[in-house]
């Protein structure tokens, strides 16, 4: 590491809730998407977990919001570098989907796809146990669809890429499956802390 | 194996290039050797990295400041120069408000100063040369588009390529006496005498799309979320897959 002449940085507080190599987005909630946003509407989207599972189901805008209502406040962190404090999304715990479903012993990890194609991998680890969420609100309102609305994946405690947007389904394996940014270099699970940022971190 | 998931609906592009496990993941020493001014908040910076692996148009690197007291800033940054096998990269940073990084580059950097960077990451948005490329930029999301540009006239390659870049006004136009006949620019508040100026539409696509080459564009757009969701939905409307376009946002 070069120390750079003429550098030092922002005016700072140590913020423990600041992974490394994160800075502070404050009120910006930049938008990172590769594809061209869906026209999705709440009536079309659907919502399916099948695979290694007992029972595979699928559930639309109305059945899905029959689960109990979850909220989830925490703070996001995205891989290019920006992570936003004290953010409140609304939605369903996944922990609600996998008592319906029902995980099998052999299942072991998880491929999230979009409406869009998007895919990411997670360790089933990673979505089960109050640390994951299908949201559809943030801050008290419908989720934008450039942030991924009606409705997306929230995995707040690992890199924002593995949050899908626009979720369409959760397939469970038994083994691990690079998704969409992973196959592009990027690393297999994402945890900030480490800043598992890209394939070999 | 078995063999990967596939999604049941396919909008989402797939990489253009397969990136080897550990790419980018180590950090190298650039030396700062020069510094041209393209607009009054544009101006670009090469770098000698003498370890670089090269890299694809589209491409970008990460780049890392460090103070003395460990603190650390790390930035994405899209690479503006094509691959030339001479160990120097380029980069055109706008002079972001109050911005940590891109202000140390434009009121401290100097020639001889050394950053730490890895990279290249990402194939996505990466151009190798193969197919006909329509690309679509705003302000300095023309960046890794001009990559992919002088990739074209280094290599003379005759596969088509057409740029449609939008800017304020001709003087914030970044890269503007390097264009050629493959560029249209499209001005939003002021334009040289006597040109249309207005954001970009429709008809500005019409012509390309409407006259492609045989098999198609593939479509690259890159600059702020609020043009990106513009350039890409006007693409849709008048006809381009949507698995054909790929989006870099400049968040």
């Known amino acids: 590491m070069n120390v750079t002449r003429g550098f030092s940085g922002r005016p700072r507080v140590h913020n423990p809730g600041l992974p490394p190599g994160q800075y502070d987005a404050r009120d910006d909630w930049p938008v990172l998407s590769a594809e061209v946003t869906p026209d999705l509407s709440p009536a079309d989207w659907t919502f399916r977990i099948d695979g290694l599972v007992e029972e595979p189901r699928t559930w639309?805008?109305?059945?899905?919001?029959?689960?109990?209502?979850?909220?989830?406040?925490?703070?996001?962190?995205?891989?290019?570098?920006?992570?936003?404090?004290?953010?409140?999304?609304?939605?369903?715990?996944?922990?609600?989907?996998?008592?319906?479903?029902?995980?099998?012993?052999?299942?072991?990890?998880?491929?999230?796809?979009?409406?869009?194609?998007?895919?990411?991998?997670?360790?089933?680890?990673?979505?089960?146990?109050?640390?994951?969420?299908?949201?559809?609100?943030?801050?008290?309102?419908?989720?934008?669809?450039?942030?991924?609305?009606?409705?997306?994946?929230?995995?707040?405690?690992?890199?924002?890429?593995?949050?899908?947007?626009?979720?369409?389904?959760?397939?469970?394996?038994?083994?691990?499956?690079?998704?969409?940014?992973?196959?592009?270099?990027?690393?297999?699970?994402?945890?900030?802390?480490?800043?598992?940022?890209?394939?070999?971190? | 194996m078995t063999e990967a998931f596939t999604p049941p609906t396919r909008f989402a592009v797939p990489g253009r290039i397969a990136v080897g496990a550990g790419t980018g993941?180590?950090?190298?020493?650039?030396?700062?050797?020069?510094?041209?001014?393209?607009?009054?908040?544009?101006?670009?910076?090469?770098?000698?990295?003498?370890?670089?692996?090269?890299?694809?148009?589209?491409?970008?690197?990460?780049?890392q400041l460090s103070a003395p007291d460990g603190y650390t800033a790390q930035r994405h940054y899209s690479l503006a120069s094509a691959p030339d096998d001479s160990g120097h990269i380029e980069l055109t940073l706008d002079r972001v408000d109050g911005g940590e990084v891109s202000g140390w580059f434009h009121s401290e950097a100097r020639p001889g100063d050394?950053?730490?960077?890895?990279?290249?990451?990402?194939?996505?948005?990466?151009?190798?040369?193969?197919?006909?490329?329509?690309?679509?930029?705003?302000?300095?999301?023309?960046?890794?588009?001009?990559?992919?540009?002088?990739?074209?006239?280094?290599?003379?390659?005759?596969?088509?390529?057409?740029?449609?870049?939008?800017a304020r006004s001709p003087a914030e136009l970044i890269y503007a006496r390097e264009y050629g006949a493959e560029t249209t620019p499209v001005f939003t508040r002021s334009g040289p005498p006597g040109a249309p100026v207005g954001r970009m539409t429709a008809a500005h696509l019409a012509p390309l799309l409407d006259d492609g080459p045989p098999g198609g564009w593939e479509a690259y757009v890159c600059g702020s979320n609020a043009f990106a969701e513009h350039a890409s939905r006007l693409l849709v409307a008048a006809g381009q897959p949507v698995d054909r376009i790929r989006i870099e946002r400049f968040g």
Not at chain 1, 68 to 77: K, L, N
Not at chain 1, 89 to 112: K, Q
């Open chain 1, 60 to 201: 639309d805008w109305a059945t899905a919001h029959e689960l109990p209502a979850s909220v989830h406040e925490g703070d996001i962190h995205c891989v290019t570098g920006w992570s936003k404090f004290g953010v409140r999304f609304a939605g369903v715990s996944l922990d609600a989907f996998w008592e319906r479903v029902r995980p099998l012993p052999s299942a072991t990890h998880v491929v999230a796809y979009a409406h869009t194609g998007y895919t990411t991998n997670l360790p089933l680890a990673d979505l089960r146990d109050g640390r994951a969420w299908i949201a559809w609100e943030y801050d008290g309102r419908p989720l934008p669809a450039e942030h991924g609305g009606p409705a997306r994946l929230l995995v707040p405690h690992l890199y924002f890429w593995k949050s899908a947007k626009w979720i369409a389904g959760l397939r469970l394996l038994d083994h691990d499956e690079p998704g969409f940014w992973e196959r592009n270099g990027y690393h297999a699970r994402g945890n900030p802390w480490a800043e598992q940022r890209y394939s070999g971190d």
């Open chain 2, 25 to 63: 993941n180590q950090w190298q020493t650039a030396t700062l050797t020069g510094i041209r001014r393209e607009t009054p908040r544009a101006a670009s910076f090469r770098l000698a990295v003498p370890g670089w692996a090269g890299h694809l148009p589209g491409q970008h690197l990460m780049l």
């Open chain 2, 114 to 166: 050394r950053v730490d960077v890895r990279g290249p990451v990402s194939g996505f948005f990466a151009w190798p040369g193969d197919r006909a490329a329509l690309l679509i930029g705003a302000g300095s999301g023309v960046v890794p588009l001009m990559s992919m540009v002088r990739h074209h006239r280094a290599r003379g390659l005759s596969v088509p390529l057409r740029l449609l870049v939008s």
